[in-house]
């Protein structure tokens, strides 16, 4: 397995854990796992909240990443 294969798949992984983690912080705000089914709704009656905070965009920022990491490793992987 050649370095940038290695060092690759390396990054991915550590993105999609960090994506993990980022996104089970923002469901503990909703209630455990009933936020992943849809319970983190009825906190939106009374309208939603102004702007984005730090873990919403961390979040939008790992998944992004993820995104494009996911389409390099699938590059990287068909030069082999």
Same mark, same amino acid.
């Given at each position: 397995?050649?370095?940038?294969?290695?060092?690759?798949?390396?990054?991915?992984?550590?993105?999609? &854990? +960090?994506?993990?983690?980022?996104?089970?912080?923002?469901?503990?705000?909703?209630?455990?796992?009933? @936020?992943?089914? @849809?319970?983190?709704?009825?906190?939106?009656?009374?309208?939603?909240?102004? @702007?984005?905070?730090?873990? +919403?965009?961390?979040?939008?920022?790992? +998944?992004?990443?993820?995104? &494009?990491?996911?389409?390099?490793?699938?590059?990287?992987?068909?030069?082999?």
């Amino acid at each position: 397995m050649s370095f940038l294969v290695l060092f690759v798949m390396i990054i991915d992984v550590v993105i999609s &854990v +960090a994506l993990i983690w980022a996104v089970m912080m923002k469901m503990s705000k909703h209630g455990g796992l009933g @936020g992943a089914f @849809g319970s983190g709704s009825l906190y939106t009656v009374f309208g939603r909240e102004k @702007g984005l905070d730090t873990l +919403a965009k961390v979040t939008i920022a790992l +998944a992004v990443a993820f995104m &494009v990491m996911s389409i390099v490793t699938a590059y990287v992987l068909t030069l082999r």
